[in-house]
């Protein structure tokens, strides 16, 4: 009998070592598959500080770079880009690291959503966690609301989402909301889909790591990792079809320039934040 509760014991301790809460900083610190191959994660704290827990509900936002593209589902897959899924919920499923220590890893999160038809709900999943909540993909918990009073912080400014789509802009600041009417040029400000505003001589940029040979949207070398310096310039050309935010500012006690060919895409890559 006592060797009996002796082995329930040893179970009980097994089953807790494998289920796991996992944080992005720990994600980040993994060498090798080993240490996480046998994982059981049971809830992540993100790097947006918030904790997400299986079975958690999500809210999707205003794009879908990290939804995966297709829906598998009786008949074969369907695309994404055929529903309409801003405000959306999705009850998260499970978590897995997807990725190489070497590379990067990241959290994919599968999920169901009754926003999707039976036959089409199978095979859904955020690609990258972390980088949905920072362009917005997904809306970072901290927010209620799409257009609620809570700050969506997030390492950017600390407007709430509602004085970011509400606010009237003054001449020369730029939004994300209002990104496709603007007539082009250079501005003085530009808010990013995340609430993060860059001012021109006055917001410090960081830029991040990458574990790629170099950066994708941003003409830096990345030895600069971690370098940080002053907005010099946004601009946005006028004669392009799409509008894209581009931005400059200067490291190296102002000696070296960089310049970031979109803002959007730079802030989903991890490539720049706002210090």
Not at 25 to 54: C, M, P, R, V
Not at 225 to 236: E, F, K, L, M, P
Request: charged share 20%; hydrophobic share 35%; with cysteine.
């Amino acid at each position: 009998m006592k060797r009996l509760l002796f082995i329930l014991l040893l179970s009980g301790i097994f089953c807790s070592a494998a289920a796991q809460e996992l944080t992005y900083e720990q994600l980040q610190s993994f060498q090798s598959k080993k240490e996480y191959k046998n994982l059981k994660i049971t809830s992540y704290t993100a790097s947006d500080g918030q904790t997400y827990s299986i079975g958690d509900q999500l809210t999707l936002g205003h794009k879908y770079k990290f939804l995966n593209k297709t829906i598998k589902g009786w008949g074969g897959a369907y695309p994404v880009n055929v529903f309409n899924m801003e405000g959306k919920t999705a009850i998260i499923k499970k978590f897995k690291i997807k990725g190489s220590p070497k590379k990067g890893l990241r959290i994919c999160v599968p999920f169901k959503s009754k926003a999707f038809i039976a036959k089409m709900s199978f095979g859904m999943a955020i690609t990258d966690l972390d980088k949905a909540i920072t362009i917005g993909e997904v809306i970072s918990k901290g927010v209620t609301e799409f257009n609620n009073t809570d700050s969506y912080d997030n390492g950017a400014s600390t407007e709430t989402i509602e004085d970011v789509t509400n606010t009237p802009l003054q001449y020369g600041e730029l939004a994300y909301f209002n990104l496709e009417g603007c007539e082009g040029g250079n501005y003085t400000s530009y808010t990013a889909s995340n609430g993060a505003k860059f001012i021109v001589g006055e917001s410090n940029v960081v830029l991040g790591h990458t574990f790629e040979n170099k950066y994708e949207y941003t003409n830096a070398k990345t030895e600069y990792a971690g370098n940080q310096g002053v907005v010099t310039s946004i601009y946005v050309n006028p004669k392009s079809k799409n509008k894209v935010v581009e931005m400059e500012f200067a490291i190296n006690n102002g000696k070296t320039v960089v310049r970031v060919k979109s803002v959007e895409d730079a802030i989903a890559n991890s490539e720049i934040y706002l210090h």
